[in-house]
Every structure is written in structure tokens, then in C-alpha cells.
């Protein structure tokens, strides 16, 4: 789909944004209108952020080189790489939010539906195409998959949001088993598919709808999702609007499926053409014959090839560490950046000595498993939040720190700053949610603790919820919980499946 038919709508955007500010329309009319375009007013009404929509977590150097550009531009300071592998620009005044949303298109990059009851940006696994033990590269599938799904944006309207994911191996990086739609690589070079899962309030996993369908084939799984949700989603209710609920609605799994698969021969009936044919593009650079070795660096199936790993604390880069890197990848061949669920950005296609220089740029990547911890945006910014995320997440990383816990004794955590999830708060071994906590008969900050949570095909569970913890503990309670993990000389993986209790008791202590 041409991005600029999507042009004609921003003058709407612009005239009902001046009357947000000008205090002429109320914040939740805003929210409700602003959606649509990839934008929200952030806390407080007084800024907006942009969400750059980036299909399958691909950064292309053009699409990055227009990014820098407009953190130039507008002078933005703040970026966020969020858990549905887009890119967040933040603080954004009017004409700022308009100027980049219009020029986005120019760089084939669509905002529209980024927000709102629509489809939005279409996962897949960071690695895909270049990681040594995946299925097959399906980066070509979700990317025409994103594409066909952008014509449901302005097509009848769904009860609510639609997720679409796709992995490449068993280790589920975009947890396509519990999404609203997700396409599971096999090892056979075919697609399983599962539908109605999802992370939040009721979290679900997916109910498997088909196995061993052909690549060419997923539109038709598209469609027979868009017609199940227009069909059995839930209009009434907004908490209730989201696919994971028509399991309970209609019955439970089975009958959840029979709809589906209902749908699905409706599409096959149709006559309606939906193959389509998409190869892999391998990538035909070369490797210098040097050699580079760094706990951030990841060879690639490629000879030669490597992938740098760059984790930004939360997520949120340094925006003039964002230029630079910009700056430097522009000239190497073939060369991109990759966004994934976890909030990590892998640079991909790099020869040792372009490798060597990207690890030079991005300096202030995570140094440490626990430091690759994942947030939300947090509540300093989002109107739905409860809580800071970042701010917590900040203070651990500082506490983890100054406590000396090594590498390995804490895992990657995941925060969501309320029960939405956009931490994925459900799915770590660790995991916390905003909430509230009564100290001396007063409401103070908390979150609540989640344990034993993951997102590996086949063995797929939620975190359970092991209590609530003041936000004000919690940097201390890591610090214990590293330290017993450490002392036992096993990493905190291996500690944890040794010792099952320990981590509850450890929690008692706080939650009680």
C-alpha cells in the first residue's frame, strides 16, 4: 500500500489537536479521536508522543536516518523502543507531532493505526534471517502481512486493538502463542497458528486453530481473524473487547476454534485470491576475515557476519547516541537495526571491525542480564499508568549496582506500570504491576510481584502472583534475592528450579 494515501487525513488530526490545547475538547474525546493516529496526549495534557509504526521491528537506514532527523529537528530528547518493536518520540508540541507524522510517510514509515481499536505493528523475532538456530526467515511473511492488515484500519470497526506476531523458533521472542494472532515457524518450513491469547487483565494463551498451514497461505488466516472478531468481539465492554475473551464467550477452546475455522472457509469460499508468494533475501555481504569476540556481540549464520546488542535502560536511548550510531551505519553495506519485544535493538550484518565501532558508539548498553530488564513507559508519561515504571526500574538497576550482585544472579524483569501488560509484566520470571499497598491504614505506591513466568513454545505459562511489595522495597528485595542466587554458585535460572521455595520466602518477607 502506498503510505501517502494516508495523508489526507493528518489535516483532521491537526485542527482537533489545536482545539485539545486550546482546552476547547476534553482529554478522554482526545484520546478516543487521537488514537487512529499513531498519538496521545501524555500526563498532564501539556505534550503528545508519536508512535513511528516499524513492520516485522525493522529499522532500515532510511527509516533510522529519518528518526534522527526529526530527533534533530524538534529537538527530542526522548525515545522509547517499546514491546510492540515500534519507536516512541515523546515531549512533541502540535506542529511537532503534525511535521513528523506527515514526513513519516515520505520515509515509508505509517503512524496511522498505531493507537486506537486497529491493527498494529505486525512482530517478528529481532533475529529472524540471521540467527543460526531459527525454523526459517519469517521477516518476509510478517512484513506482508503488516501490509495487508493495514487496509482493516479504515475498514468496518473491531471491537478493539488486533496484535499479530510471528516467531522463527521455539523460543517464542514475540510470544506469537499468546497473541491476538500468531504464526509459529515449524521445522518442516510451515506456519502453526494460534488465535484469541493475550497478556493483561484474564491473560490467555493461544488456542492453537491450525498446524502446518503454508507460508502463502496467512492472509487467509488474517481475514478469518478480522471476521471472527467483527463477528463474536465484544462492543459493549471495552475491558472485555479483546480477543482473548470470545474463549470464555463462545464456550471455551474448541468451540473458540470451530468459529474460527467457520470464518476461515467463509474466506476459502469467497473466491477471493489472498496467495501470496514472498522469498527470503539472504544476505549476500561478505565477512572481512576478522574476528570479534564481546559479550555483546552475536555471530550470525552468515560467515563473518555479526550482530551487535545494544539495550538502552528501559528502553529509552540516549537520542544523541541514537544520532551518532545513525551517522555511523549509513555507509555499511546492508547493515540495520532491529527492534525487539524485550525493548534490545540488534544491529545487524556487521563485518568485526564495523561491529567493533558500533559497541564503540553505544556505550550505554545494558552491562548485565538483570540490567536488560524490561518497562513500560511508566506513569510520569502514559495517562493509563499507575505507576513509574522506569522510575523503579532505575532505582533497581542503581541498588543491583552499588550491591555488587554479578552477572546472572538476577534475571531480565519485566515492570508494567498497571495491569495492561505493556511490560509483559505476565510473561518474566520476575514481574511486577503498579498497584497500591495499605502502610498504617494509607495507600502507598507498590507493585505486584509476579513469579515463574515464560514465554517458550510448549512450555507457556503466566507469572503467578505472589503478593504486593512497596515500591519504596524492591530494590532492597532484588538485592537479597540476588545475593542468595549468588552465594549458591548458580546462576539465578538454575537456583530457582533448585530451590522452588525460596523465592516466595524471600518474598514474604516484603509482601506481608
Known amino acids: 500500500m502506498d503510505t501517502h494515501v494516508w495523508k489526507k487525513y493528518i489535516p483532521e488530526f491537526a485542527e482537533t489537536t489545536s482545539k485539545f490545547y486550546d482546552g476547547s475538547l476534553n482529554q478522554g474525546d482526545y484520546k478516543k479521536f487521537s488514537g487512529f493516529y499513531g498519538s496521545y496526549a501524555q500526563r498532564g495534557g501539556r505534550a503528545n508522543m508519536l508512535r513511528l509504526r516499524m513492520t516485522a521491528g525493522r529499522v532500515t537506514k532510511e527509516k533510522m536516518a529519518f528518526t534522527a532527523r526529526m530527533i534533530k529537528e524538534h529537538h527530542i530528547s526522548r525515545i522509547h523502543f517499546t514491546t510492540c518493536q515500534t519507536i516512541q518520540l515523546h515531549d512533541l508540541q502540535p506542529d511537532a507531532v503534525t511535521d513528523i507524522m506527515e514526513k513519516a510517510l515520505d520515509a515509508g514509515i505509517v503512524t496511522i493505526g498505531g493507537g486506537g481499536d486497529y491493527p498494529r505493528n505486525v512482530m517478528c523475532p529481532p533475529l529472524s534471517g540471521v540467527e543460526k538456530d531459527e525454523y526459517f526467515d519469517v521477516s518476509p511473511w510478517a512484513e506482508a502481512a503488516g501490509e495487508y492488515l493495514m487496509q482493516f484500519i479504515t475498514a468496518e470497526k473491531m471491537p478493539r486493538k488486533l496484535k499479530t506476531a510471528f516467531s522463527n523458533s521455539p523460543q517464542n521472542v514475540t510470544h506469537a502463542t499468546y497473541r491476538d ?19 493483561g487483565i484474564n491473560p490467555k494463551l493461544g488456542v492453537k486453530v491450525a498446524e502446518d498451514i503454508a507460508p502463502e497461505m496467512i492472509l487467509y488466516y488474517i481475514k478469518a481473524m478480522w471476521l471472527t472478531f467483527l463477528a463474536y468481539g465484544n462492543y459493549e465492554s471495552r475491558v472485555k473487547a479483546r480477543t482473548r475473551y470470545m474463549q470464555e464467550a463462545l464456550g471455551g477452546p474448541q468451540q473458540y476454534k470451530n468459529a474460527f475455522l467457520e470464518k476461515l472457509n467463509e474466506v476459502l469460499d469467497s473466491g477471493e485470491n489472498l496467495h501470496i508468494h514472498k522469498k527470503e533475501q539472504p544476505v549476500t555481504k561478505k565477512g572481512s576475515g576478522q574476528k570479534i569476540s564481546d559479550r555483546r556481540i552475536l555471530e550470525q549464520k552468515q560467515d563473518g557476519l555479526y550482530t551487535a546488542v545494544w539495550h538502552p535502560a528501559g528502553g529509552i536511548p540516549d537520542a544523541e547516541v541514537f544520532c551518532r550510531l545513525n551517522d555511523a551505519v549509513q555507509d555499511m553495506e546492508a547493515v540495520e537495526m532491529r527492534l525487539s519485544p524485550d525493548e534490545t535493538a540488534y544491529i545487524v550484518n556487521l563485518t568485526a571491525k564495523e561491529a567493533e565501532k558500533v559497541l564503540e558508539i553505544t556505550y550505554d548498553s545494558a552491562q548485565s542480564i538483570f540490567e536488560t ?34 552477572d546472572g544472579a538476577l534475571p531480565q524483569i519485566h515492570i508494567s506500570g498497571c495491569p495492561s501488560s505493556c511490560g ?21 505506591s507498590a507493585f505486584v510481584l509476579y513469579v515463574n513466568g515464560c514465554g517458550i513454545q510448549g512450555k507457556e505459562q503466566m507469572g503467578r502472583d505472589a503478593g504486593t511489595i512497596l515500591e519504596t522495597k524492591i530494590p532492597e528485595f532484588l538485592v537479597k534475592l540476588g545475593r542468595a542466587a549468588a552465594d549458591s554458585g548458580m546462576n539465578f535460572k538454575e537456583w530457582n528450579e533448585k530451590n522452588p521455595d525460596a523465592l516466595d520466602m524471600i518474598a514474604a518477607e516484603y509482601t506481608a
Open 424 to 444: 509483559t509484566h505476565q510473561t518474566g520470571m520476575i514481574g511486577f504491576r503498579g498497584g497500591m499497598k495499605k502502610t498504617d491504614g494509607k495507600p502507598q
Open 373 to 406: 530488564s524490561v518497562s513500560c513507559i511508566g506513569a510520569s508519561i502514559c495517562q493509563a499508568g499507575a505507576r513509574d515504571s522506569q522510575a523503579l526500574l532505575r532505582a533497581c538497576i542503581k541498588a543491583v549496582r552499588e550491591a555488587g550482585i554479578p
Open 181 to 199: 494472532l500468531g504464526f509459529a515457524a515449524t521445522d518442516n518450513g510451515t506456519f502453526d497458528v494460534y488465535s484469541a491469547g493475550g497478556l
